[in-house]
């Protein structure tokens, strides 16, 4: 894997004077030819058309003209907008959060079992992420709907009123959450409990015989030890959470009053929907810096991890 | 090493000493007590999706009984989709797109895992953190400039236009589990083949290949559940039925008018979502080690 | 008073494995004792269960005089090394040290005493600072020590320590250990499936095999008075020479009847150790220190007789030579200087005031 990058290929197989086909067997070369279909991809369909949409958020809606910085002038002045900008910030970082600690109270609930039985109950705790997000939305979207809520009706038995789960704007807000962290904890269970398991057993016997009770055996060993595969699920999820489109779209569709729209579904809703192509271009970069910054620390995150394997 | 240490398959320390008895079952009841609470919350939903498929539409307007339970169980609903040709449609459009995208993906993927994990060249270490950081650039950041690209192509409304885009969404994270898979294949094994005559080719196919193959599926799962699964792309670039993949046919085209034929929806909804809880089921443990590879081999 | 007593302990797993079948054990304080078995003999497990990482099945284990089997690890005042370390990777080596005293709030002019007491005995006191990573495979296995002498506990417990170590380094690190305990002079039980380890380092051996004691004793006595064939064969290496024979009751002696007709005298004094055994298919031992090249031909009961070695294995300060007998390969260890060569007769003299009778149906050495 380290040799050089000029290493030839055994002599026997090739004819003397064909630099030309020397120079195609050459490893490098061939290395070089393998990575050119995903070059394309990633050239193609993911930095042109980031570039582009750089270049089509300074244009007017026509298309006609450059307007440099005026969509986004536009944008910041709407309060539409502004509130998008704290509903996208509100829900992506309570949903990861809740996502966060619910994952890992499951993931040590698990690991707490015997590992033969923990099997069947990972199988069944994952089936929300196995579901397509859309499509398990609009099971929700029926459990919420008003008229017929079966949620509603179960609390009804314990004599709470009913919720208006989509019609209130904060109740509205708080069903995406909901319906965003029933569908992503389970990922997060199953991150975290790979990183429980890769705790070595050892260091907790040697914990618990230098007088450690459980807690102190969390804090001080469980803990630090799972600490990058920690920040990196959870930079991680920022990201996707952040950027999430399905669940609006499907359950309220940035409703009541586009008072639970996020990045996304806005960006869905000027550019594609109402054709103003150019500021939905913007309305999508407005996600870019964040995404930037938190992408740097997964980054660092994932090469110290690589580092300090010991 | 000690073969006494590594043969017992111990499960955590809470269940050896008998000194830890209380303590031990104090905290099994509490891991049982809330697995079952996770359970059912995890569960409630397709299972309540599936309940109202079952039922007729009387029955789903009958606000007067509980609506966690089925009295007239029918399999109507699940007739009539079958039976519509317009829902067909949407299978098969989701059909074809996936099974393309995938064969794509996996063809890109594994060849260009390949050539960064094991064939050092100007470049690899960039381009193999570029595909990472690829992967973390939301579908969401680019659907609009592709919504342009691919309206100019003239794909648009057409599922060749998906196939186009979907790999954007699988090759990142598929390339970047194969490279891991493939790097911790020992070296040793590529000299061994290399003196017994092997060209890279050969290599690849009749070594490598077998060797990372739970990699692979697990790869493989990993697009064909992202692509069954993908709701932006269509959504923006597709509004004719006859061309809409199950995710958005059943989102929007099961809605006739004022009225949800609620019972038709969840049918739907439960139909299109089987493909890959099937995969799930038979493929489980491959399938969670496709999500955990991403970090554990990172 | 730091005595370890284990009475009747039993160790079975679901399914009706038993691990240890109930092993009864008296440890004096101050002692060094080394269990010692190969790989599933239930060394690891009895250890375990001493530190109360194992739950025991049935019987007792008490430590200082009270029964521990209810009470956890933490409350034992025991210390363990493990086979792997087991430090803490992200604390400093000082801290990995001081984290059991940090846990009972000790304070900190206290811990620093300790800490560096213990890394001056260990010689580690220039690495206080490094993480683990950053040591050697000694270096590590002597914090993981300094940790266990910082606590000052009542038992040392040891579990294969040296195993992951390569030779050279293992050879100096059991030295380490027996000065430690020579300074120190805590009860210890240590575990290991290397009986060089056991001999040199032990007060007293404990052989075990399929769960259960076969002896227990000071090396010497392991060595020179085996009491089962698989105590004769595990102690002393190269193994014990294990050769099929008959006694016979000869003119008022007992003879011992070697294949490839051999015939060898019982010494005088132990004639009636073995009359039983008369006419009867027994196991003859003899170690290869005592087949050697004729020498101390004035000694009483030096038996003679000619082998064809097959392979010789010059070792430096003596030769192995592996010598075909029918139905049984046996090994003796010669001068080098002695003239040998594989194929051609070589007359061996047996030291037969070392030699073992095993009667092969009970496996006791008689």
């Given at each position: ?310 | ?298 | ?80 090394v493990f086979?792997?370390y087991?430090l ?5 080596v000082f801290?990995n040290m ?17 800490v560096?007491?213990a890394a001056r005995i260990l010689d580690i006191t220039s690495l206080l600072?490094r993480?683990p990573?950053?040591l050697s495979g000694g270096q590590r296995q002597r914090v993981a020590m300094g940790r266990a002498i910082v ?7 040891f579990?294969?320590p040296l195993?992951n170590l390569?030779?050279?380094l293992r050879?100096q690190m059991r030295t380490e250990i027996?000065k430690v ?186």
């Amino acid at each position: 894997m380290a040799e050089g990058t000029s290493l030839a290929l055994p002599r026997n197989d090739v004819p003397e004077g064909a630099s030309l086909k020397r120079f195609a067997r050459r490893r490098s070369t061939i290395a070089f030819l393998m990575t050119v279909p995903l070059m394309a991809v990633i050239g193609g369909l993911v930095i042109w058309p980031a570039a582009y949409a750089i270049w089509l958020s300074t244009l007017n809606r026509r298309m006609t003209q450059f307007i440099g910085l005026g969509n986004f002038e536009i944008l910041l002045d709407s309060e539409t907008f502004r509130m998008v900008i704290f509903q996208s910030i509100f829900f992506a970082v309570t949903a990861v959060i809740l996502k966060a600690l619910i994952g890992f109270w499951l993931a040590h609930m698990l690991h707490h079992l015997p590992t033969k039985g923990q099997r069947k109950w990972r199988g069944m705790l994952l089936v929300p992420w196995v579901i397509p997000p859309a499509l398990s939305t609009l099971g929700w979207w029926w459990m919420f709907e008003p008229s017929y809520s079966s949620i509603n009706w179960i609390l009804a038995i314990f004599a709470v009123p009913a919720v208006p789960w989509l019609g209130d704007p904060w109740w509205a807000r708080i069903s995406v959450i909901i319906v965003n962290v029933w569908y992503g904890a389970p990922f997060f269970m199953i991150m975290y409990l790979a990183a429980l398991k890769s705790v070595p057993e050892q260091l907790y016997e040697a914990a618990a015989i230098d007088g450690a009770t459980s807690w102190q055996r969390l804090r001080y060993v469980t803990l630090p030890m799972m600490r990058n595969i920690i920040s990196i699920t959870v930079l991680f999820s920022l990201i996707v959470t952040f950027a999430n489109y399905d669940i609006v779209r499907v359950l309220t569709n940035g409703g009541p009053r586009d008072l639970t729209h996020v990045f996304a579904s806005y960006a869905f809703q000027v550019g594609v929907l109402a054709g103003n192509i150019p500021r939905g271009a913007a309305v999508s970069l407005f996600m870019f810096p964040l995404l930037a910054v938190i992408a740097f620390f997964v980054l660092r995150g994932v090469n110290r991890r690589s580092r300090e394997e010991m | 090493m000690s073969a006494t240490t590594s043969n017992r398959a111990l499960p955590g320390i809470y269940h050896k000493a008998g000194s830890l008895r209380s303590e031990r079952r104090w905290a099994l009841w509490t891991a049982y007590i809330s697995l079952i609470i996770a359970a059912i919350v995890m569960l409630a939903p397709p299972v309540y999706m599936f309940m109202t498929s079952i039922k007729t539409s009387a029955e789903i307007a009958d606000l007067s009984g509980t609506p966690w339970w089925v009295r007239n169980p029918t399999l109507d609903n699940y007739r009539a989709l079958i039976t519509n040709p317009m829902f067909m449609g949407f299978m098969w459009n989701s059909v074809k797109v996936t099974v393309l995208v995938v064969a794509l993906s996996m063809f890109i993927s594994v060849l260009a895992a390949f050539a960064l994990a094991r064939m050092r060249f100007w470049g690899s270490q960039w381009l193999a953190t570029g595909v990472f950081l690829t992967y973390l650039v939301p579908d969401t950041l680019l659907f609009i400039p592709l919504y342009q690209i691919v309206g100019g192509l003239g794909l648009l409304n057409s599922t060749w236009g998906l196939v186009l885009v979907y790999p954007t969404l699988t090759v990142p994270f598929c390339t970047w589990i194969m490279i891991g898979y493939f790097a911790s294949i020992p070296k040793e094994l590529d000299e061994a083949a290399l003196i017994d005559g092997a060209n890279w080719t050969q290599m690849l196919t009749k070594i490598f290949i077998p060797v990372a193959l739970p990699g692979i599926i697990a790869a493989t799962i990993f697009a064909f559940t992202v692509s069954w699964a993908a709701f932006v792309y269509p959504t923006a670039f597709i509004t004719t039925p006859s061309e809409m993949p199950l995710t958005i046919g059943v989102v929007s085209q099961l809605i006739r008018g004022d009225t949800f034929a609620w019972g038709q929806l969840m049918a739907g909804a439960l139909l299109a979502a089987l493909p890959p809880v099937i995969v799930y089921v038979f493929l489980m443990d491959y399938y969670i080690a496709g999500l955990t590879a991403g970090a554990t081999k990172g | 008073m730091a005595q370890v007593s284990i009475r009747k302990v039993v160790k079975a797993y679901e399914g009706g494995v038993q691990a240890v079948k109930g092993i009864d054990l008296e440890i004096e304080d101050h002692e060094f004792v080394v269990l010692v078995g190969p790989s599933g003999c239930g060394k690891s497990t009895t250890l375990r269960m001493i530190a109360g990482l194992e739950e025991i099945t049935a019987g007792e284990i008490a430590i200082g005089g009270k029964v521990v089997n209810d009470i956890p690890p933490r409350d034992r005042d025991i210390a363990m090394v493990f086979q792997n370390y087991a430090l803490y990777p992200h604390m400093s080596v000082f801290e990995n040290m001081a984290f059991g005293l940090t846990l009972r709030k000790f304070p900190k002019e206290e811990i620093k005493r300790r800490v560096d007491n213990a890394a001056r005995i260990l010689d580690i006191t220039s690495l206080l600072e490094r993480k683990p990573k950053a040591l050697s495979g000694g270096q590590r296995q002597r914090v993981a020590m300094g940790r266990a002498i910082v606590r000052d506990p009542k038992v040392f417990l040891f579990d294969e320590p040296l195993s992951n170590l390569d030779a050279k380094l293992r050879v100096q690190m059991r030295t380490e250990i027996k000065k430690v305990h020579q300074t120190v002079k805590t009860t210890t039980v240590y575990v290991t499936h290397d009986q060089v380890e056991a001999m040199t380092l032990a007060d007293r051996v404990v052989v075990m095999n399929h769960g259960v004691i076969e002896q227990v004793g000071p090396p010497q006595e392991l060595y020179h008075r085996p009491a089962t064939r698989f105590v004769a064969g595990f102690i002393g290496s190269p193994a014990m020479n294990f050769i099929p024979a008959r006694v016979e009751n000869g003119s008022g002696a007992l003879r011992v009847n070697l294949p490839d007709g051999i015939v060898l005298n019982v010494p005088a004094d132990r004639t009636q150790r073995y009359a039983a055994m008369a006419g009867k298919d027994v196991l003859f031992g003899i170690r290869p220190e005592h087949l050697t090249e004729p020498k101390n031909l004035d000694r009483d009961n030096i038996a003679l007789f000619d082998l064809t070695p097959e392979v010789l294995e010059p070792m430096g300060m003596e030769t192995l030579v592996h010598l075909r007998m029918q139905g049984a390969e046996i090994c003796s260890r010669i001068d080098p200087t002695t003239p040998a060569e594989p194929g051609r007769k070589l007359r061996v003299a047996a030291d037969l005031n070392h030699m073992h009778i095993i009667d092969p149906v009970s496996g006791k050495v008689l």
